[in-house]
């Protein structure tokens, strides 16, 4: 039986992790935009609340229903329960697709980024945002996460780079402190 870890933090999450605005993440995801937003491993909504009237719609999907039922107390976003490796959405569905601190607790990352990448209609801008594995800090929240036997598989920013310029991408890496910042265009 695996153990719902986000299950059991849903009701302290965002006391935990405060809620503010990504200024950076809405500077990098090029917002706003006229078309939806997709965030992958949304949570509580703690980001996509942001970005309510910086697109059309913003989809948060997320697995676990018990974050989503802390979501659903903000207004302004319409909420999916789902996994990033099986996204219900027709190919180009989306004008921006977004993960914020969530891809390395991503069951099936190379799957899930296919998936990602076949929602974002060309001409769209997807953006990673991810702990940088190569800091202490990262580390030692990486070895805290296996020993609470989190599904957690940190990549290097540029292994993600890697996998979506095979998908046909030009991405682009931005650090700042222990996080890091994949940001892809698709070919229009």
């Not at 018990?66 to 302004?76: E, I, P, S, T, V």
């Not at 800091?135 to 780079?161: G, N």
Request: hydrophobic fraction near 45%; glycine fraction near 8%.
């Amino acid at each position: 039986m695996k153990l719902d870890h986000f299950g059991l933090l849903a009701p302290l999450y965002e006391r935990m992790i405060r809620p503010q605005m990504p200024e950076t993440l809405h500077a990098l995801a090029n917002l706003p935009c006229d078309g939806r937003l997709l965030d992958v491993g949304g949570g509580t909504g703690r980001v996509a609340q942001f970005f309510r009237r910086e697109a059309a719609a913003v989809v948060l999907a997320d697995e676990s229903l018990r974050m989503l039922a802390q979501a659903r107390q903000k207004d302004g976003l319409h909420l999916l329960a789902g996994q990033a490796e099986g996204l219900p959405f027709g190919g180009d569905s989306f004008d921006r697709v977004i993960c914020v601190d969530a891809f390395h607790h991503l069951a099936d990352q190379e799957r899930a980024l296919a998936e990602m990448w076949r929602v974002l209609r060309p001409g769209g801008r997807m953006v990673i945002e991810e702990p940088d594995i190569r800091h202490p800090l990262v580390i030692l929240i990486a070895v805290v996460e296996k020993l609470t036997l989190m599904r957690s598989h940190f990549r290097a920013p540029e292994t993600i780079a890697r996998r979506l310029a095979a998908m046909g991408g030009a991405p682009e890496i931005r650090r700042r402190g222990f996080t890091a910042w994949v940001i892809a265009d698709k070919a229009a």
